[in-house]
Nanobody, 122 residues
Framework: QVQLVESGGGLVQAGGSLRLSCAAS????????MGWFRQAPGKEREFVAAIRWTGGSTNYADSEKGRFTISRDNAKNTVYLQMNSLKPEDTAVYYC???????????????WGQGTQVTVSS
């Protein structure tokens, strides 16, 4: 059974930092590109960042680029999202997801985690 489990969310003040983790099991981790997405109440789920299965290429949404960093440790079957300079508008449930196609749109990602809440106070 494939399982993606996010952790590391919580409540932080604006300007603070969090590091999210996503531990994968039940799949060959190195066969999948990994992405982070987020969804705030009343809003569409949106792309945050993605990383290739080799870790050699990354992609970020414009709103996060320069503040967030995605990385992966294939030995630990884990992908991370380091979030710095957090803003109240970053408040959302953050999800990790897996795809075997680097060019997959969000709707075609193969597996999803349960999400972890990030709340940034002003």
């Amino acid at each position: 059974q494939v399982q993606l489990v996010e952790s590391g969310g919580g409540l932080v003040q604006a300007g603070g930092s969090l590091r999210l983790s996503c531990a994968a099991s039940g799949l060959t981790f190195t066969n999948y590109h990994m992405g982070w997405f987020r969804q705030a109440p009343g809003k569409e789920r949106e792309f945050v960042a993605a990383i290739r299965w080799t870790g050699g290429s990354t992609n970020y949404a414009d709103s996060e680029k320069g503040r967030f960093t995605i990385s992966r440790d294939n030995a630990k079957n884990t992908v991370y999202l380091q979030m710095n300079s957090l803003k109240p508008e970053d408040t959302a449930v953050y999800y990790c997801a897996a795809t075997n196609n680097w060019y997959s749109p969000m709707t075609e990602y193969d597996y999803w985690g349960q999400g972890t809440q990030v709340t940034v106070s002003s």
